[in-house]
DNA sequence: CTGTTAGCGCTTTCAA
DNA sequence: TTGAAAGCGCTAACAG
């Protein structure tokens, strides 16, 4: 059962040595051509070049960068779920500054599992990333995120960052949007609020929370705790909880969501309970305050204002940390921490 | 200026004869107890498995797959823009699948642009990928698409076709959902339905406005051909474009917008107008009806319906017979072409 | 200006 | 059961 090698050879790709051969060169000659390299005669270097392009040949960029000094060009980046749009723009910002160094981008999703984000490190190790981006996922351990188990190659946490692990850094301003949302609430006169959020084991979560009992704290009003609800991972928790607190005796006049899944879920519930509750009896207004803006912030049908900043620009400063390492001399300062500000927007939109 | 040999071992990652060394055997030895290989005595594994821990080895996936019979386990991705939510969720979708069959993705943005994806899956191919999931682009050429380009790497569209490629394809309904769409507005009793939709050149623009145009010859109803704005490719053009058909001294009654960048514009104008007209005059009710669905379409400020369809299953269905010549045995089977149905969903949301 | 040699990290083949 | 040799595709270093 011997296959035919003519055959065989045909299905490969082909190599330096079938351009070589063709244009009736040594390979040596060839790679010199391919790499523009000088010191070789015009008319030898348009014969390759045309035995190449007569071939297809393409350079084999894994065999290359199998030689010393040689780089694999890529970058892995695990994001937690890339079908948030809100990572979804970050992956952009980080493809972006990728392509301005040359290198292209393995993603991976990490589905906000530890282990699975092990998994997807390994593998992007293995397959020689020159640097890796990660959303840390909310739990789980982190001993796949050490310089040990890194073996040395650069890590970059974008929006969130996780305890004992000191690398380069973009977060944004969380703790300072929610203390801003708050305070804004608390001075409009509220002193029963709402907070929905997902799990304080999620660094955002955390943080948001703190900013959340900061401003109560600064303004001396105690914190509503029958109404904190945390947990809410994905629209639909957070409109049962949102409906939760609508239908309490004494519910709250109103509510900070610490992230736009909860945004969602709460303007959801409200919206809900106004059909239901139809003409007669109207609901008193509910004073909704986001954090993370989104698509259709502007024409929520319920009033809201939302602590805004921008994806993109964290993917970006993620991607241009780490390369300021892989590429610039800064490849030993010290762990850096970038906190993005946040700007406040209320529907109807300022402008 | 010599290098210290043993500094620049140990900046180097570990190869397999670092373990051998360690372990005091061959790195032959050493490559059989990491690919699982039988015949080896549990005295010498034990020992080379604790060797490799030790130094942190990792085997390298790119040397791995130069050896003949190895593949490089590298899926090529090309959308035309990442930070659009639908394309993220396609993007989730070939993520999924590519990990059920052990591979990863190398994900670029063509940004709409012909010659930056030639590009992007020129350097895939040079990353000696498997095969590529494309969403081409809406204009340019498309000579890097051919079989000869390709040099045998299997392709797929997503999304989209090309003229002229055979290839595995996914696309959604689009004709017959916009065909749906503008029947059920001219049963209404509509007869001056605008058309928003983007460049007639991108491949959905041109299905959707075919289908928009089918439905009103089978009704015997003509085109209100000075109603029919295309080019639209972002919210705020689709907004200027709606605004000037509300501007109009005749303008439509019902709108069918060809995706969501155009519903979204559409509402903001609507609204906008709204808002400057007051309660003193209202406008005359506008019907709304988009293709593509989106995050907030069931809370849109104005009656709308829109024809949904599913992003992921999109993308799960492209991998899935990229995957099928690449593992199964369909290798050699002609290209195939899947529609995926869409289906209608109206605010306030059927249930 | 061009070619030969050697070796990057790994594994298949063959021999011990 | 283990190891030595050879070579995957490419290129730095050295000859010529």
Do not use: W
Not at 70 to 78: E, N, Q
Not at 300 to 314: F, G, K, N, Q, T
């Amino acid at each position: 059962m011997s296959v035919d090698p003519a055959r065989e050879r045909s299905a490969a790709r082909p190599t330096i040595h079938d351009v070589a051969e063709r244009a009736q060169v040594s390979p040596m000659t060839v790679s010199r051509v391919l790499s523009g390299g000088p010191n070789v005669r015009a008319e030898l270097r348009e014969r390759v070049e045309q035995a190449a392009a007569d071939i297809g040949y393409r350079r084999n960029e894994n065999a290359r960068s199998l030689r010393p000094g040689h780089r694999s060009g890529l970058i892995g980046v695990t994001i937690t779920n890339i079908a948030n749009p809100y990572y979804a723009e970050m992956q952009r910002g980080i493809e972006e500054v990728a392509a301005e160094h040359s290198r292209r981008i393995l993603v991976g999703n990490s589905n906000e599992d530890a282990s699975l984000e092990a998994q997807l490190i390994a593998d992007f190790l293995g397959r020689q990333v020159e640097g890796l981006i990660v959303v840390p996922s909310g739990s789980g351990g982190s001993r796949h995120l050490t310089a040990a188990a890194l073996g040395g190659v650069p890590l970059a946490f974008a929006s969130r960052a996780v305890e004992g692990i000191d690398v380069d850094t973009v977060l944004i301003d969380d703790v300072g949007g929610a203390l801003e949302a708050t305070t804004r609430l608390l001075d409009e006169g509220h002193e029963r609020i709402a907070f929905l959020g997902n799990r304080v084991s999620v660094f955002t979560g955390r943080r948001r929370l703190r900013g959340f009992r900061d401003a109560h704290a600064a303004r001396g009003i105690p914190v509503a705790e029958e109404l904190v609800r945390v947990g809410q991972q994905d629209v639909g928790s957070a409109e049962v909880a949102m409906a939760e607190l609508l239908a309490l005796p004494h519910p709250p006049t109103a509510v900070f969501s610490a992230n736009n899944r909860n945004t969602i879920g709460a303007i959801r519930a409200i919206e809900a309970a106004k059909r239901r509750q139809g003409d007669a009896s109207p609901l008193p207004p509910i004073r909704l305050f986001g954090f993370d803006s989104f698509e259709f912030a502007d024409l929520s049908p319920v009033p809201l204002s939302v602590i805004a900043h921008d994806a993109r620009e964290l993917g970006r400063r993620a991607a241009e940390m780490l390369f300021d390492r892989l590429d610039g001399d800064e490849s030993d300062v010290p762990a850096r921490l970038i906190e993005l500000p946040v700007y406040v927007q209320s529907t109807p939109s300022p402008r």
